[in-house]
C-alpha cells in the first residue's frame, strides 16, 4: 500500500509539471523538468497500478525516476542544433523534428536542417577521393553555391555508388557491391582508380597515382 501511495503521488506530481512549457520559451530551457503529460508512467489507471506485480511495480518506479531526473534542453543546443547523447538520452524539451544521429561515442540528438562543416567536409572529401561529385542542397544550407534538391548527396560516376562514411564504391556486374578481400587485406593494397574503391576498404587507406599500378593502399605498409 505504501508503494501504491508512492506512485499515485508520483503520478501526481507530473501530471502538475506537465503543463506551462513551450519550446520557443528560451527562458524555460535551465528550470525544473517538466514532464510531458504523455509519458508512459502517465497512461496506469489506478486499478492498473494495484495490479502490478513486484517486478512490474519497480520498472514503473524506475520510469518515473528517469523522468523526473531528464534534464532540459539548454539555449546551447538550440542554438548549436544538436547535443551528445544516446537514443535514451533525450533532452526535455527537443523539438519533435530532431533526429538521432548514431555515431559511435559522438551519437547526438540533431536538427534535420543542421549540417556541420566537419561533416560537409568529411562526406565531401570522401567524394571527390572516390572520384563523386559532391552536390549541397539548398535545403541544408545558406550559401551561395548550392542547388535545389531535397538533400545534399556525393553524385557518384557509373558503376559506383555511395555508401556512407566509405564513399563511392565499386560495384560489380551484378549491381552488387565489391568487397575488400582477406587476401587484400593483409597485403595492404589492390590495383584500382579513384572510383574502384573497395566496400569495407580500412578508412585510413589512401589512393596512390602510379599510372597502370594505381591502388589504394594503407598509407604505412607493414
Known amino acids: 500500500m505504501r508503494v501504491f501511495s508512492l506512485i499515485i503521488v508520483s503520478l501526481f506530481f507530473l501530471t502538475a509539471c506537465?503543463?506551462?512549457?513551450t519550446e520557443t520559451s528560451t527562458s524555460d530551457f535551465t528550470r525544473k523538468p517538466k514532464i510531458p503529460a504523455k509519458?508512459?508512467?502517465?497512461?496506469?489507471?489506478?486499478?492498473?497500478?494495484?495490479?502490478?506485480?513486484?517486478?512490474?511495480?519497480?520498472?514503473?518506479?524506475e520510469e518515473i525516476d528517469k523522468d523526473i531526473n531528464r534534464p532540459n534542453i539548454t539555449e546551447d543546443d538550440i542554438r548549436r542544433g544538436w547535443y551528445y547523447g544516446l537514443e535514451t538520452d533525450k533532452k526535455y524539451g527537443t523539438p519533435s523534428s530532431w533526429i538521432w544521429a548514431y555515431d559511435g561515442k559522438e551519437s547526438?540528438?540533431?536538427?534535420?536542417?543542421?549540417?556541420?562543416?566537419?561533416?560537409y567536409e568529411e562526406e565531401k572529401n570522401l567524394c571527390n577521393e572516390t572520384?563523386?561529385?559532391?552536390?549541397?542542397?539548398?535545403?541544408?544550407?545558406?550559401?551561395?553555391?548550392?542547388?535545389?534538391?531535397p538533400e545534399t548527396e556525393c553524385r557518384c560516376i557509373e558503376d559506383s555508388e555511395w555508401v556512407d562514411r566509405q564513399g563511392c564504391i565499386l560495384l560489380n556486374e551484378e549491381d552488387e557491391f565489391l568487397s575488400i578481400t582477406q587476401v587484400e587485406l593483409a597485403q595492404g593494397w589492390y590495383y584500382g582508380l579513384p572510383n574502384e574503391k573497395k566496400?569495407?576498404?580500412?578508412?585510413?587507406?589512401?589512393?596512390?597515382?602510379?599510372?597502370?599500378?594505381?591502388?589504394?593502399?594503407?598509407?604505412?605498409?607493414?
Not at 536542417?113 to 566537419?118: D, L, P, V
Request: charged content about 25%; proline content about 5%; some cysteine.
Open 131 to 149: 572520384a563523386g561529385e559532391y552536390v549541397v542542397s539548398c535545403i541544408d544550407t545558406e550559401i551561395s553555391d548550392c542547388e535545389y534538391i
Open 108 to 119: 547526438r540528438w540533431i536538427s534535420p536542417n543542421i549540417i556541420e562543416e566537419s561533416d
Open 199 to 222: 566496400l569495407n576498404t580500412p578508412s585510413a587507406w589512401i589512393w596512390i597515382e602510379a599510372g597502370r599500378e594505381s591502388r589504394w593502399q594503407n598509407p604505412t605498409p607493414k
Open 39 to 61: 509519458a508512459s508512467v502517465l497512461e496506469y489507471h489506478n486499478a492498473a497500478i494495484e495490479n502490478l506485480d513486484v517486478d512490474e511495480m519497480e520498472r514503473l518506479l
Open 18 to 21: 506537465s503543463s506551462g512549457f
